[in-house]
Every structure is written in structure tokens, then in C-alpha cells.
């Protein structure tokens, strides 16, 4: 049994290259562990919602210019205008899926020269996830699927330095899955993950992300 009935809600993140597959990931993944009983929303970052995020989304459409460390930290404070009810939804026993977090925000920043440290400071004190699923895609798959390059970043090269970003931000709470296997099989690896982590925090407090 998924639920979390007893105690909070984890925080799980899926994180991986533009086109690698998490948004619907993250639609399968939420309504089984909804199927399961189990208390959960699906969240993503950034939060195009909130006038922040308006902003974001202009500029990644290339509808609007901003310096690189400005939508560094807006990016930044789009998460942390979220927290609050983060913590609220997981102290209340709510489970959050959510596609993209700290680390995307540190990957592409860095991936366009910015320092690594510099790039990590402004979401100390954010809520630490449970788990982060990285969806493993060669960037030049990514590149095959519709849709891709109408954003920003969505350019190869430039999503090979994201990966190695990536690559170097990986820790303990990191399990990496291959995006290129099947939908299904993918699917299921993140089910059980999901499904474990979920089981192993209920009693666990809420930490701050640190790094
Ligand atoms: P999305 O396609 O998941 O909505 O993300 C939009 C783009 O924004 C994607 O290329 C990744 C990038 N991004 C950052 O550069 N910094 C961040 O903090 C986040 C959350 C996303
Ligand atoms: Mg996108």
C-alpha cells in the first residue's frame, strides 16, 4: 500500500533533459499512486502560473531578454514563492510529484558559464527532496522527439553541457533510469521507486536542501 495516510508525503523530483520524457512520466506516475490510494499532486517548476513564472515563460519563449543571473534567481524565486505550501502539503500527508527542481535550475545556469557555487546559494533552505529520478536520455533522442527546440534551451549542445551538470550534481538520494527504455518499463521502475520512498519517509522529518 502507497498511502501515506499516517505520516507526511515525500518529495519526489524527476529530473532529466528538455524532451527526455518526464512530463509524462510524471502524469503516469501521479495517477497510479492516485489508483493506489495514496494522497499525491503533481507539481512542476517552473510554475508558469505565478507572475514570476509569467516572466520566465516570456523569456524562454524568446519573447523577452534577460541577464543570466536574473533569471537565474527568478527562476530561483519561483521555487521558493512555492515553499510554504510545499511544506504545508507535505507535513499534511501529501505526496508531490515534481517535474523539475533545484537541479535544473543549477544545470542549465551552470551549462552557460555561470559559477557552480554561485548557482547553488540562492536555494539553500529550500525543502530537500526524498528522491530525484533522473530520466537518462542521449540528448540526440531527446532531440528526435516532436515539439523539441521551441524553447530556449532546447539546442543539443547546449543540453550536453546540462547533462554533464547533471552528471556532476548527482548524489545519494539520486537513482538514475534510462529514458530510452520503453515507456512502460520506464514506468514501472519509477512506480516502484516512488512507491519505496514514499513507504521509508513517512516518519522521516522534512530537511532543507544544503547540497
Ligand atoms: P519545462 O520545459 O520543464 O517547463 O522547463 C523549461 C525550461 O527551463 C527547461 O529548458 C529547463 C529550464 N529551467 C532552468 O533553466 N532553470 C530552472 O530552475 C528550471 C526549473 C528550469
Ligand atoms: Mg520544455
Redesign the pocket.
Known amino acids: 500500500d502507497a498511502g501515506s495516510k499516517s505520516g507526511r508525503g515525500a518529495l519526489v523530483i524527476l529530473e532529466g533533459l528538455?524532451w527526455s520524457g518526464k512530463s509524462s512520466q510524471c502524469a503516469r506516475l501521479l495517477s497510479y499512486l492516485e489508483g493506489q490510494g495514496c494522497r499525491a499532486e503533481g507539481w512542476?517548476?517552473?510554475d508558469r502560473g505565478t507572475s514570476v513564472g509569467q516572466m520566465i515563460s516570456a523569456y524562454?519563449a524568446n519573447e523577452s531578454q534577460l541577464d543570466d543571473r536574473t533569471i537565474h534567481l527568478l527562476?530561483s524565486a519561483n521555487r521558493w514563492e512555492k515553499r510554504a505550501l510545499m511544506e504545508s502539503k507535505l507535513l499534511g500527508g501529501t505526496t508531490l510529484i515534481v517535474?523539475?527542481y533545484s537541479y535544473?535550475?543549477v544545470a542549465?545556469?551552470a551549462a552557460k558559464g555561470l559559477d557552480i557555487q554561485w548557482c547553488k546559494a540562492p536555494d539553500v533552505g529550500l525543502i530537500a527532496p526524498d528522491l530525484v529520478i533522473y530520466l537518462d536520455v542521449q540528448p540526440e533522442k531527446a532531440a528526435e522527439r516532436g515539439g523539441y527546440g521551441g524553447?530556449r534551451?532546447?539546442k543539443i549542445e547546449f543540453q550536453k553541457r546540462v547533462a554533464d551538470h547533471y552528471h556532476s550534481l548527482r548524489d545519494s538520494t539520486w537513482k538514475v533510469v534510462d529514458g530510452s527504455l520503453p515507456m512502460e518499463t520506464v514506468e514501472e521502475q519509477l512506480r516502484e521507486l516512488a512507491t519505496n520512498c514514499i513507504q521509508k519517509c513517512q516518519e522521516k522529518p522534512l530537511t532543507n536542501l544544503t547540497w
Open positions: 528538455d512542476r517548476f517552473p524562454l527562476f517535474d523539475r535544473s535550475g542549465f545556469s524553447e534551451y532546447e
